[in-house]
């Protein structure tokens, strides 16, 4: 089955660009999509198809896509980012996979 | 706006089963996929089946099969979520999320998501 490997905790000051990363066997050729989930919340979509926000979402918020990672990069990081975030892909044989989940801290 | 609202909480006993609803509203129902995702304490979001019901296909991820169906009622925009042979690792909190499909990258995303239903499995 496929796995994707995310980075436990980042941790990051106010102000500052978090970067959390999403690894995969050749996850480039694959679309990757993003959810953030604060404490006691149900998750919220936050980037889709590697790189596309949906309406509501920060610019702040972007993604990226290539060879074993994907990244999702947070500028000017404020308090309100804080959240466990998950990256999720579609696979032929494993169907919907999840990352292990990043717990973004604002320090 | 898109609301999915899913049924309250459960306590069940091992070997019994459970029912989660999940009631949407704000789009035509038929129009997309209904996934079912569940959350176990410390574990990483697991997916586990999905309903279209437009048309009626369902397909269950491989470790629950045999064990969850999935239905639905159109005309209530409702769907179901029935897990059976529960044991304590089924203790978790359980999700329905409207799926979005694109063909030219065979991909499925999720959006938005009902507020969850915890079931607790305990003797």
């Known amino acids: 089955s496929y796995v994707l490997t995310q980075s436990p905790s980042v941790s990051v000051a106010p102000g500052k660009t978090a970067r959390l990363t999403c690894e995969g066997d050749?996850?480039?050729?694959?679309?990757v999509h993003w959810y953030q989930q604060k404490a006691g919340q149900a998750p919220v979509l936050v980037v889709y198809d590697d790189s596309a926000r949906p309406s509501g979402i920060p610019e702040r918020l972007s993604g990226s896509n290539s060879g074993n990672t994907a990244t999702l990069t947070i500028n000017r990081v404020e308090a309100g980012d804080e959240a466990d975030y998950y990256c999720q892909v579609w696979d032929g044989f494993s169907d919907g996979v999840f990352g292990g989940g990043t717990k973004l801290t604002v320090l | 706006q898109v609301q999915l609202v899913q049924s309250g909480a459960e306590v069940k006993k091992p070997g019994a089963s459970v029912k989660v609803s999940c009631k949407a509203s704000?789009?035509?129902?038929?129009?997309?996929?209904m996934h079912w995702v569940r959350q176990a304490p410390g574990q990483r979001l697991e997916w586990m089946a999905w309903?279209?019901?437009?048309?009626?296909?369902?397909k269950y991820s491989q470790k629950f099969q045999g064990r969850v169906t999935i239905t639905w009622d159109t005309s209530a925009s409702t769907a179901y979520m029935e897990l059976s042979s529960l044991t304590s690792e089924d203790t978790a909190v359980y999700y329905c999320v409207r799926g979005f499909y694109s063909s030219s990258q065979r991909t499925n995303w999720f959006d938005p998501w009902g507020q969850g239903t915890l079931v607790t499995v305990s003797s």
């Open positions: 050749n996850i480039g050729s694959k679309s």
């Open positions: 309903i279209k019901p437009g048309n009626g296909d369902t």
């Open positions: 704000g789009y035509t129902f038929s129009s997309h996929a």
